[in-house]
Nanobody, 122 residues
Framework: QLQASGGGSVQAGGSLRLSCAASGGTINRLAMGWFRQAPGKERNFVAG????????KYADSVKGRFTISRDNAKNMVYLQMNSLKPEDTAVYYC?????????????????WGQGTQVTVSS
């Protein structure tokens, strides 16, 4: 089970750090990622990281502002979001899959967590 947390309301230019906790199992050997869904829009890929941490990928819209990381020993995945913009407003979901491409290219991971709301005001 995946549970995202750390969302909230922030002004443009601010920062937030999202966390995703995995329970009932281990994230070792699983690729992890973050997606987001804005009101009235489809859910889109944001960032992904391989289980070994040697590969990361970001959506163009967040490159240079967001950083994904993971702590396999703690079963945790993080998304550091800096220089936030109003267009980053969305519900953010963490996800997991055995194959990184299912997250980064196919947006079809096997496991989804509950979302956390991020609201950025101008």
């Amino acid at each position: 089970q995946l549970q995202a947390s750390g969302g909230g309301s922030v002004q443009a230019g601010g920062s937030l750090r999202l966390s995703c906790a995995a329970s009932g199992g281990t994230i070792n050997r699983l690729a992890m990622g973050w997606f987001r869904q804005a009101p009235g829009k489809e859910r889109n890929f944001v960032a992904g990281i391989s289980w070994s941490k040697d590969y990361t990928k970001y959506a163009d819209s967040v490159k240079g502002r967001f950083t994904i990381s993971r702590d396999n020993a703690k079963n945790m995945v993080y998304l550091q979001m800096n220089s936030l913009k109003p267009e980053d407003t969305a519900v953010y979901y963490c996800a997991a899959d055995r194959q990184i491409n299912q997250i980064t290219h196919r947006a079809a991971p096997d496991y989804w967590g509950q979302g956390t709301q991020v609201t950025v005001s101008s």
